[in-house]
Structures are given as structure tokens and as C-alpha cells.
């Protein structure tokens, strides 16, 4: 795969935040272990890891809140701005999720409200999923209850996120919610072929989204690309197994915001349901559009659909027929796509 602009600007950008995190005061570093965490793989240490997140929030300059080696379990975390300096977070450790699906009243992991951020090291979240996915019904019935999303972005500005590794998210394994400027880069994703809703990546009312040189491979969605996305770059990806990347589902809900840019470039997918998928809802309550789509340079190696413009999506058993004057006009290009069936005999 070829380095586009987009590459060289998230690699970049990332230089820059790993040059701000390597002059910042080592005093200022927030180790979770000299709050009480221990990295046994048994401990409960979420108290430990939300106060060492305070702290560091709450510091001037440019505080890092360092995870060291070992395997913490955690229950729900919120770490939450605004903070007083550029946040670094050094996760080298894996973080193991909590199963008791009771603790949870909503997300796992999640950033909120943070301007300037950059999450590196090379370190594994686990959201130990196989014993929740019994329980997700979504893909059946409408009205369900959603499973916690393992690491959650929202209101996020100027971040990147490089170099760790997500397994067995018990839902999406990423969202990005109202975040702007946000790159995501050398991201490794992986849960069973059957696992279901374990989306790599979710994208939403956001802008300015940049995922490079990932390898994603789950029961979902490798990438999805919701409402009010604005100008996403995918590039050098590979995904497989899962869905595919997909734009949607769209027109679902009132007042949905339109999806405008979106380049998916040098990307490949192998054994997916899926290749490239957009999916629109035929009864949309109100009116909303994608366009400015460019998809270019993919190969698809054993991808049973390999491109699927669905605008009658409907995943339930039952779903209303009825036809409203609004439905979502398409704007998009396809370009140097390569497929490839191996045939078995």
C-alpha cells in the first residue's frame, strides 16, 4: 500500500504530540500503581485508575497518566474534562474488563470533553465479551439493551490514538462521538467472525477523521460511518473478518445530519460479508443526504457482497414498508477496485 498525504499528515501530527509528551516534566507523570493499583489480573483497580485520571486532569502543564505492564481489571472509567493540560495516556499494561454486565450503566472506557490528547503504548483493552454476547438481542428486536461500548470518545478535540490493541469488546470496540481532528493510527481490532455487534470502529457527528495502517477484524462493522460525519479518511486497512466498511445506517432517526466526505483508499478486505456497504433506511422521518464519497484503490479477496447500496435497510424480522417523501440522496464514486474469488473445490 502507498503513503498518501493523508499518511504523512497523521504521521506528522502524530510526531508532534509523541515530541510534546517526551518534553513534558517526568513529575508529572500519574502512575496508576501509586494509587492503588494492581496489576494481578484479579484486583479490582477501577477506583485507583479514575483517581489517578483526576489527578493527572488536574494538573498543570502536560500531565500523563502511565498504565506500566501487567493486566488490571476495571470496571467502568470516565475520564472526564475539561483538564488543565495536554493529557498523555501511556497504557503498556492490558486492561481487562469487568463481566458483571451490572456494573455497567453504560459504556466501558470513556473520554469526554478533553481538548488535546494522545493515547499510545502499545497496550491491549479487553473487554472480555464472550460471556455477554449471549445476552445482546439487538440483532433481533429494535427496543434492546445496548452492551457496554469498550473505549468511547466524545466531545474529543485535537487527539490521536496510536498503537494499542482492542479484543472481545462486548459492543463496538471504538466510538468516536462529537470529536473533531481525531487520528487513529497502527490500531490492531480483533474479535470472533460471529461476535455480534463488535463494530471496530463507530463514527459519528463528527469531523476531521483519520484512520490509517489498522488491521480490524470482528463480527461487525470494521469501520461503520454514521450521522453527521464529516470529511473521514480510511486508509490502509485491512479488514477482515467482519462486514465490511459501511456508511450507515442512515435516516433512522429525526433530525439526523448529513454525511459529507468520506475517502476509504488502499484499503483491503478479506473473507467479509461485505465489502463496501451503504445502508439508508427507506421510511426516513426527515430529510438528510451523503455525498462527496470516494472509495478508491480496494481489494477484495473472498468478500461474498462485495459492494451493497442498500436504501431499504431494515435488519429486524418486521419492519415498517411505508414510504415517506424522504429518502437519502447518494453522491458518490468508485475507482481501481480489484476483486478476487478463490474458488474451493
Known amino acids: 500500500m502507498g503513503c498518501g498525504y493523508n499518511n504523512i499528515f497523521a504521521v506528522c501530527s502524530l510526531l508532534l504530540l509523541a515530541l510534546a509528551a517526551n518534553s513534558q516534566d517526568s513529575s508529572l507523570q500519574f502512575n496508576v500503581k501509586d494509587f492503588g493499583a494492581v496489576a494481578d489480573g484479579v484486583t479490582d483497580s477501577t477506583q485507583a485508575f479514575q483517581a489517578a485520571w483526576n489527578a493527572a486532569c488536574a494538573a498543570e502543564g502536560k500531565p500523563g497518566l502511565a498504565i506500566p505492564e501487567g493486566a488490571y481489571v476495571v470496571g467502568p472509567l470516565?475520564?472526564?474534562?475539561?483538564?488543565?493540560?495536554?493529557?498523555?495516556?501511556?497504557?503498556?499494561?492490558?486492561?481487562?474488563?469487568?463481566?458483571?454486565?451490572?456494573?455497567?450503566?453504560k459504556n466501558w472506557i470513556e473520554f469526554q470533553y478533553i481538548t488535546g490528547l494522545l493515547v499510545s503504548g502499545?497496550?491491549?483493552?479487553?473487554?472480555?465479551?464472550?460471556?455477554?454476547?449471549?445476552?445482546?438481542?439487538?440483532?433481533?428486536?429494535?427496543?434492546?439493551?445496548?452492551?457496554?461500548?469498550?473505549?468511547?470518545?466524545?466531545?474529543?478535540?485535537?487527539?490521536?490514538?496510536s498503537g494499542i490493541s482492542s479484543v472481545d469488546s462486548k459492543f463496538f470496540h471504538m466510538?468516536?462521538?462529537?470529536?473533531?481532528?481525531?487520528?487513529?493510527?497502527?490500531?490492531?481490532?480483533?474479535?470472533?467472525?460471529?461476535?455480534?455487534?463488535?463494530?471496530g470502529i463507530h463514527i459519528g457527528d463528527s469531523t476531521d477523521i483519520r484512520i490509517t495502517n489498522s488491521v480490524?477484524?470482528?463480527?461487525?462493522?470494521?469501520?461503520?460511518?454514521?450521522?453527521?460525519?464529516?470529511?473521514?479518511?480510511?486508509?490502509?486497512?485491512?479488514?477482515?473478518?467482519?462486514?465490511?466498511?459501511?456508511?450507515?445506517?442512515l435516516g433512522k432517526y429525526p433530525g439526523e445530519k448529513d454525511?459529507?466526505?468520506?475517502?476509504?483508499?488502499?484499503?483491503?478486505?478479506?473473507?467479509?460479508?461485505?465489502?463496501?456497504?451503504?445502508?439508508?433506511?427507506?421510511?426516513?422521518?426527515?430529510?438528510?443526504?451523503?455525498?462527496?464519497?470516494?472509495?478508491?484503490?480496494?481489494?477484495?479477496?473472498?468478500?461474498?457482497?462485495?459492494?451493497?447500496?442498500?436504501?431499504?435497510?431494515?435488519?429486524?424480522?418486521?419492519?415498517?414498508?411505508?414510504?415517506?417523501?424522504?429518502?437519502t440522496p447518494l453522491v458518490f464514486a468508485f475507482s481501481y477496485l480489484r476483486f478476487q474469488q478463490q474458488l474451493i473445490f
Not at 493529557?87 to 463481566?99: E, K, N, Y
Not at 427496543?143 to 466531545?155: A, E, G, I, Y
Not at 473473507?271 to 484503490?297: C, M, V, Y
Request: hydrophobic residues 35%; glycine residues 10%; proline residues 7%.
Open 78 to 105: 470516565m475520564f472526564k474534562g475539561p483538564c488543565k493540560g495536554f493529557m498523555v495516556v501511556q497504557l503498556r499494561g492490558q486492561l481487562l474488563a469487568s463481566t458483571d454486565l451490572d456494573a455497567y450503566s
Open 122 to 161: 502499545g497496550g491491549r483493552i479487553d473487554g472480555r465479551g464472550a460471556s455477554a454476547w449471549p445476552h445482546n438481542d439487538c440483532p433481533k428486536q429494535s427496543h434492546c439493551r445496548l452492551l457496554p461500548m469498550s473505549l468511547v470518545f466524545s466531545f474529543v478535540t485535537d487527539a490521536t490514538v
Open 175 to 199: 466510538n468516536i462521538f462529537s470529536s473533531s481532528n481525531f487520528a487513529l493510527d497502527l490500531i490492531k481490532i480483533s474479535a470472533p467472525g460471529d461476535s455480534p455487534n463488535t463494530d
Open 216 to 249: 480490524i477484524g470482528t463480527g461487525d462493522d470494521c469501520v461503520s460511518v454514521g450521522p453527521g460525519s464529516v470529511n473521514v479518511t480510511i486508509s490502509d486497512v485491512f479488514c477482515g473478518p467482519g462486514h465490511g466498511i459501511s456508511v450507515g445506517s
Open 259 to 327: 454525511v459529507v466526505g468520506l475517502t476509504v483508499r488502499n484499503c483491503t478486505l478479506t473473507g467479509t460479508t461485505n465489502g463496501l456497504r451503504i445502508k439508508t433506511w427507506q421510511s426516513a422521518p426527515s430529510p438528510s443526504s451523503a455525498s462527496d464519497f470516494h472509495f478508491e484503490d480496494i481489494v477484495m479477496n473472498n468478500v461474498y457482497n462485495p459492494i451493497i447500496i442498500d436504501q431499504k435497510y431494515c435488519p429486524f424480522p418486521t419492519c415498517s414498508q411505508t414510504v415517506t417523501s424522504y429518502s
